[in-house]
């Protein structure tokens, strides 16, 4: 059996389930460390939109990929494993352990499922297609990769067009090529968090309401006065459009809250089916529970697995 000198935790599941207050008493017991699998809390500047972890939380326990990509940069799965790559070691080297915590479920797939050293960006390809409407793309995906087409939602523009990219560029399809990938070769023991469907949809709810009363529509301003533009990867994060249309008088503020619900609810949905697939994980439902309770059943099922 590994021992807990040769373990990485990993805490996911679908945004709006308590991860990072969770992680962080975790951390606090195990004398842990957290690697951040958030997509968007990886760009600075973004704190409010992301809901990132507080000053605070990031004092108690060290968070490392935590506003590490300028806003007007860009990240992906492969740079993500490869920075897991190099932490892991680092904290371990420390005599602490590392906790990956976060639902980017791209990035986790790097680590926990495995990626492929694919091909670059086609700009060239992109611009070709750009006019093309996702919903055709998609069925274009079907015919030339019908098992990528089942896995990605018919709106995911995003990975549509990467899927085509590769093939384009590959002359093979994508979901081969991911089959053939690796996970990277770390004793992981993952623990996932859900909520009750009515719970976590209030949850949600809430949590937006915060997060616009805590400035929200004022960050976003100020990231626009500082050059934030619809063609950056960060300008896709729940809560910058729907803000950005707000500013510019296109949406009320109330329809502006129903729509980061609406975009945040549906994140939450197609995440939690693509956790759903990984029979590795150990599920605890957090309605009802406290934290510190979350917190001593995973540490105590990890010391278990661990010796």
Same mark, same amino acid.
């Not at 972890?53 to 007007?72: F, G, K, M, Q």
């Given at each position: ?70 806003? %007007? ?8 494993? =490869? !920075?897991?790559? @190099?932490? #892991?070691? +680092?904290? /371990?080297? &420390? ?91 770390? %004793? ?8 009750? =469907? !009515?719970?976590? @949809?209030? #949850?949600? +709810?809430? /949590?937006? &309401? ?98």
């Amino acid at each position: 059996m590994p021992g807990q000198d040769d373990s990485v935790l990993v805490l996911l599941g679908p945004t709006a389930t308590g991860k990072t207050a969770v992680a962080v008493d975790v951390a606090q017991r195990i004398d842990g460390e957290v690697v951040s699998a958030d997509s968007r809390a990886f760009f600075a500047g973004l704190d409010v939109v992301t809901a990132a972890p507080t000053p605070v939380e990031r004092a108690e326990v060290p968070h490392h990929l935590i506003a590490s990509v300028p806003i %007007d940069g860009s990240y992906d799965a492969m740079a993500f494993r =490869r !920075d897991v790559e @190099r932490l #892991v070691p +680092e904290i /371990r080297s &420390r005599g602490r352990v590392p906790l990956l915590v976060g639902g980017g479920t791209l990035y986790l797939g790097a680590v926990l499922r495995g990626i492929f050293d694919g091909p670059s960006k086609d700009t060239q390809f992109r611009d070709s297609i750009a006019d093309e409407e996702t919903e055709r793309l998609h069925a274009r995906l079907r015919g030339v990769d019908p098992d990528a087409a089942g896995a990605i939602h018919r709106n995911d523009r995003l990975r549509i067009v990467r899927a085509l990219e590769v093939h384009e560029a590959t002359g093979r399809p994508i979901s081969r090529l991911q089959a053939e990938a690796r996970p990277l070769s770390y %004793d992981f023991i993952v623990f996932g968090l859900s909520r009750d =469907r !009515d719970d976590h @949809r209030a #949850v949600i +709810e809430a /949590r937006v &309401r915060a997060m616009i009363e805590a400035g929200l529509v004022e960050e976003v301003e100020q990231r626009r006065a500082e050059g934030l533009d619809e063609a950056w990867q960060a300008f896709r994060t729940i809560g910058i459009p729907e803000a950005v249309d707000h500013l510019e008088g296109r949406s009320t503020g109330e329809e502006m809250e129903r729509a980061i619900v609406a975009r945040t609810w549906a994140l939450a949905r197609r995440q939690s089916a693509w956790f759903r697939r990984d029979r590795s994980v150990r599920w605890l439902c957090v309605t009802g529970r406290s934290v510190e309770g979350l917190a001593a059943e995973i540490v105590g099922r990890w010391k278990e697995r661990t010796g």
